[in-house]
């Protein structure tokens, strides 16, 4: 099946929900202190999303701390937050009938050099693909920009999902930007980028943009920081 291209009508309302998105983002930043469980963070932000023009959710939001943080798709519970951890949130709001879809992961008071290396090695992962990703790119190059970098950093085995997929009326749509994806970008496609490590029981970190492919590259609907923030 080949990847979806969308309308302006569509293009704009995914960049609506990427829009709120980063407002939900800088909200619930300053939001965030020690002792704040990961349910009752993930319920603040779907109450911002759903305040704020959301006609709903564009899937169950992620988020999870410390340990937590090394299962890609973890569902919030009732740990609470310490000095020290690092917080993933993986949200999305629907607009007009179209997803939004972004990753980011702080750190709470503090990063360790660990910490802070890894989170490094995954923003670079992250910029090579945005980098990668232009009209007529096949899919697994994107995903090869991502991965080559992170292996070669020595973090190759805790890569253990796709750098990205097609985003529309689902959050999940063709293409699928994975090392065996044989389908091809193409202009117009709106497409998330997030590639990831995850270190089991200790930690993970994952980055994730929304962006509509265009003959130059991409244009990037996500503006929240991807510097580290620590909080």
Excluded at 47 to 61: I, K, S, Y
Excluded at 203 to 217: N, Q, S, T, Y
């Amino acid at each position: 099946m080949a990847g979806k291209i969308k309308g302006a009508r569509a293009l704009l309302s995914i960049a609506r929900a990427a829009a709120l998105g980063d407002a939900c983002f800088s909200h619930i930043v300053r939001r965030l202190r020690p002792g704040l469980s990961e349910r009752e963070i993930a319920a603040d932000i779907e109450a911002f999303l759903l305040g704020n023009g959301a006609e709903g959710l564009a899937f169950p939001t992620i988020c999870v701390s410390g340990p937590n943080t090394s299962l890609p798709h973890g569902e919030p519970g009732d740990r609470r937050l310490e000095t020290g951890d690092l917080l993933t949130m993986d949200f999305g709001a629907v607009m007009e009938g179209y997803c939004g879809d972004m990753t980011r992961t702080v750190a709470i008071g503090r990063a360790s050099r660990e910490q802070r290396k890894v989170y490094r090695t995954v923003r670079l992962a992250q910029e090579a693909a945005l980098a990668a990703a232009r009209d007529g790119v096949a899919c697994s190059e994107v995903d090869r920009a991502a991965r080559e970098l992170i292996e070669r950093a020595g973090y190759g085995e805790f890569f253990t999902h796709g750098t990205g997929h097609g985003v529309g009326r689902e959050v999940h749509e063709k293409p699928t930007l994975n090392a065996k994806s044989r389908e091809t970008l193409r202009e117009n496609m709106p497409v998330t980028i997030e590639p990831g490590i995850y270190i089991p029981g200790k930690f993970g970190v994952r980055i994730e943009d929304l962006a509509i492919v265009a003959k130059f590259g991409i244009i990037n609907l996500v503006r929240s920081d991807k510097n580290l923030i620590v909080i």
